[in-house]
């Protein structure tokens, strides 16, 4: 088990890692995932009828109520967590991509289906290109609420990471270090959140963000 109290800059920047691995494997987990079912309910109104009625009911579930099930359905593990922060990471995504692919100007498709005559070839060519705007803007939400469930997440079992340290600094009753990594949850998210609207603008400039 790892120790309780960091004993260098390497522990401390273990613990970052880990963190943001967790966060970076539930937000790809819940980004593809809400890409894929966006494409299923925009795809077809019987989809979207019968999945999207479903996942609009799943999103009103609080992801935090379902930590007892998730404790008990993987155990208190590393996929646990990934589970976890991929549902909180799911829906934005799917609201947004599903709003772009549902909402495509009716004249650009027009346009398209007079080049592109099959349908997957229009949503590759035409319907996703125009949904990017949405997606972009759905990951970044995502990104915030992956790194609030994250913090969940490492308080569930977990023996390293910044909000597992967070726990542990507030029952040997360190206030000071408490805040401590309250700010550095706050700087690792603020970080993440520049990184990406910066990676953003450098591979899509055409998209406001």
């Not at 319907?127 to 939400?141: E, K, L, M, S």
């Amino acid at each position: 088990m790892t120790s309780a109290w960091p004993t260098n800059a390497t522990d401390f920047l273990a613990d970052v890692g880990i963190s943001l691995l967790r966060a970076g494997v539930g937000l790809a987990l819940g980004t593809g995932c809400g890409i894929l079912a966006a494409v299923l309910t925009s795809y077809h109104k019987a989809a979207n009828a019968t999945l999207g009625t479903l996942l609009r009911f799943l999103r009103s579930v609080p992801a935090l109520a379902l930590l007892p099930f998730v404790m008990l359905a993987f155990g208190i593990s590393e996929g646990s967590r990934y589970v976890l922060i991929a549902w909180a990471a799911f829906f934005p995504v799917w609201i947004n991509a599903h709003a772009g692919l549902s909402t495509v100007d009716p004249n650009i498709l027009r346009l398209g289906s007079e080049v592109y005559r099959s349908p997957i070839a229009m949503y590759l060519h035409v319907r996703i290109p125009y949904a990017v705007p949405f997606i972009v803007t759905g990951i970044r939400v995502s990104i915030g609420t992956s790194l609030v469930l994250l913090v969940a997440a490492e308080m569930m079992g977990a023996n390293s990471g910044i909000a597992y340290r967070l726990v542990v600094y507030q029952q040997i009753f360190r206030l000071d270090l408490v805040c401590v990594q309250i700010v550095l949850l706050g700087l690792l998210g603020f970080l993440v959140d520049r990184a990406y609207v910066y990676f953003v603008r450098l591979c899509c400039p055409w998209i406001t963000i």
